[in-house]
């Protein structure tokens, strides 16, 4: 079993499920749904990024929470960083959008983003 045990198994799955419960909350027109239509892609793409970056910065023996601490910080220090991550994974979602057979190709190219965007800040 993985060093996270369950929880970091079970984290993603849960975050993506209230996401996409807020998301239906948001098109039944609850009220302040237009301030939540704008807050719920954020805090998605914001998860995402996190996400991505603890995907790449992981190594072996190390445990999830510091490794998605470590992710997080390093989203708010590098802007750019997180930036080239959103970007790249728009048009990850508008290719696997478009030809949906790529989907699985795409998860493998935001991949090799988040290890290139880790790497260039590690750079001096």
């Known amino acids: 079993m993985a060093r996270g045990g ?6 993603p799955a849960a975050l993506a499920a209230v996401l996409l419960l807020d998301w239906a909350a ?3 027109g609850v009220p302040g749904h237009r301030a939540l239509a704008v807050l ?14 603890a995907a ?13 601490a470590a992710a997080a910080g ?11 991550l959103v970007m790249a994974t728009g ?4 290719v696997a959008a478009s030809v949906p057979v790529t989907a699985p190709l795409v998860v ?17």
């Open 6 to 11: 369950p929880p970091g198994f079970a984290a």
């Open 26 to 28: 948001v098109r039944a």
């Open 40 to 53: 719920v892609p954020v805090l998605a793409a914001a998860a995402f990024v996190v996400g991505l970056r």
């Open 56 to 68: 790449a910065a992981w190594r072996p023996g190390a445990a999830w929470r510091e490794v998605a």
């Open 74 to 84: 390093a989203a708010a220090r590098d802007a750019y960083g997180t930036a080239l």
């Open 91 to 94: 048009a990850a979602g508008v």
């Open 108 to 124: 493998g190219q935001l991949a090799l983003v988040a290890v290139a965007v880790d790497a260039r800040s590690r750079t001096p």
